[in-house]
């Protein structure tokens, strides 16, 4: 780890600041809501996000409560191990947010009313229609040995400290107001210091394997990967997203390791893979149609509209999507969809031979090019001799014929929905490329 | 704080554990893909609202990287704060999951295969087709010196650990795998040594007002609640949970309280509430439906199949729900659900009254007692002079009529194909319960 000193001229102050090529940073969130569970803290992920793209890698991030003592501690613990400690939260006008206050004591300097934030916070509320009260003026008050940071956006400004060749960062906890701090301020106060780091991330969604036979699949691939590169396992509803991570000194290299890995990956496991890059199997689907200028509609029994959902939110699906029918009920399947009252009689409605009628059904109905139809026991009760709950039958049809499968997943109500209708997408993309 | 000793008896060990009537909690979330920002920790938020409930003070929550030396520092902290300790994720059969190894080292003790586990994954695994192999054995090595928590939803148990009056549990990071393991096990085994819980929350469901503007109309309820009990606004896609806490010495008292204000809640409010426990809008209407022997349909445009989907996913909803139509097409709204064409040329689509005969079609087409027809601009295109994104058109028919209206909420995708659902859900409920 290389070191290097960095002069900066603020406003107010000259200081000789160390940083480090390979900057660590800590994120500290703060709010008694935090740790009641009535808040999820996604400020923190996002903040490392944007910290991971700037080069800084994040060793920790910590949930505490509006108490002075322990944020006292853990910022005398972060300072030690990091360069940069990002604080978010209890700068709020009301007496329960006591961050500023805090920091005062922690750098040991005191409240100094600032014209600029109060200017900013007249302007803001004004605009609102709000008379200016004590707790708005208050937010005025920042520590004396502080930069401040404007916030466009709210009442509360970030503050930017520095002790010990570390800088400590405190930013409000609402969202928008934090990320603007973070994006106009933070980040570009960093990349002015010169930190050089690069961490780049490589998305590969895979589907098809469970993770321990997907692991087991790429074990030789993770044994040879070079040692700049890391790769991660990240499962969701049967989909598993494979993320490589490389740590370079130049993005040029980085990229380029990516890009070698990528493509043996991609000979490696090349009917898994469905994007080489963040994507759900219901986007790809729709890129796929639209590719190929075809129509899709679908017909859902057990999956009970999940599908049309999933293919629904994503803008512009209008373009290749037509409709559905969920035929929860026999006499539907029978009546819109044309299911054969001797194929439920002599295979149930929990069978390949429904799943395929169905797809057929809604295909002539709608006029489609394409079409997948799912028919099973998501649970808990509905189970048949042979036939568990977590059965699904599943059919996709076109003008190449009907394709069906049968799949077994788990016990879970939500989870089979889910785990069916990504088991559908993915048969529907894998007959669509066939075209 | 007072303390006593719990003598407990498990099947391999027996130990004295000292635990307190008012414990303190921590909680470490570990994993790469935290502190790289590609996954919220969403877990954490809700172990700390279970915790609470159950009279536990979450005193903190941490997200580290899956390094052994930072797992062994952060445990050795928490145990000398809390009582209570709880890690999730790093538990995945991959080689990037060291979770287990390393509280091999922490405890001093080692790793031993446990059939139960072992049977438990081989009966998952031979349950959805797939063989087992050495990744997926290794789950089933487990620390000698730990009680075995059994995760009936994957293959990745948890693990109960005590040290120096401490109790440090592992869990999975799978959310459903988690929260499985957690209400089923770690709760339970809590609750058999004593811990008093003096925090009990009542949760009633409203819709039809925002947060700032339900909180004006309950100044005066908020301002005269007794000491011991707090209101919190839990706002999600236009339903607002109010949750009352009581925090008593006895149970019977908090109750009392708890019923009090739940009965002033209920004259001040009437026509919000929807139900007096927690709820979905969904799950209320299927009990309302069971009640009434209705029979329930839906057509659907704007939603894209959502209402269906959170219709279904109610267990047992195949008794009240025939089925639905996702007419996303122009076409499929006039063949499939007999939307007369000067009806779309005159109104538009998007119109009071291509829903109402939306809603009339499905219910003539599957013969169902009450449906609920949506139409609309979920975005980001598709507005029209007067019809801005976020603009929803909702119709309920039944034999009592067919009842319309228009609204409009936001410009974001998803969040309007949520608040569609649900401002349809409860113009759906509120015809159930006239009838």
Redesign the interface.
Known sequence: MSVLIVTATYKNYLCNLILCTHMKAEIIAIGDE?????????N?????????RAGI?????????DRAA?IIRILENAIRRSQLVLITGGLGPTSDDITKKTLCEFFGTRLVRNQSVLDNISQLLGRRGVALNAANISQADVPESCMVLMNKMGTAPGMWFEKDGAVIVSVPGVPYEMKHIVSDHVIPELQKRGIVTE?I?RNIMTYGL????L??KLTGF?ARLPGEI??????SSGVIKL?L?ARCDDAGKALNLLDQQTAILKATIPELIFAEYEASLEEVIGKELSDRAMTFATA?SC???????L???V????AY?????????N??KKT?LGVKEKTINNYGAVSVECAGEMAEGIRI???CDISVATTGI?????ATPGK?V?TVCIAVSSDGGTHSGQ?????????N?RRFSIAALDMLRRQIISH
Chains 1, 2 share one sequence.
Not at 407 to 415: C, E, P, S, Y
């Open positions: 935090l740790l009641t569970g009535q808040t999820v803290d996604t923190s992920a996002w903040i490392a996000t944007e910290l991971n890698e994040v060793t920790g991030i910590s949930a505490i409560p322990r961490i991330h469970p993770e321990a036979q692991a087991e993770e890391k790769l991660a396992y990240l499962p993320r991570t859902e999956t009970g509209g999940n599908i049309s959902r293919i629904t939110s803008p512009g699906s209008s999507f037509l409709g559905s029918v969920t035929a929860y009920s006499s539907i819109l109905l709608t006029g998501a649970g808990p009760s509905g568990p977590g799949f077994v997943f788990g016990t879970d109500r939500l989870l929905i």
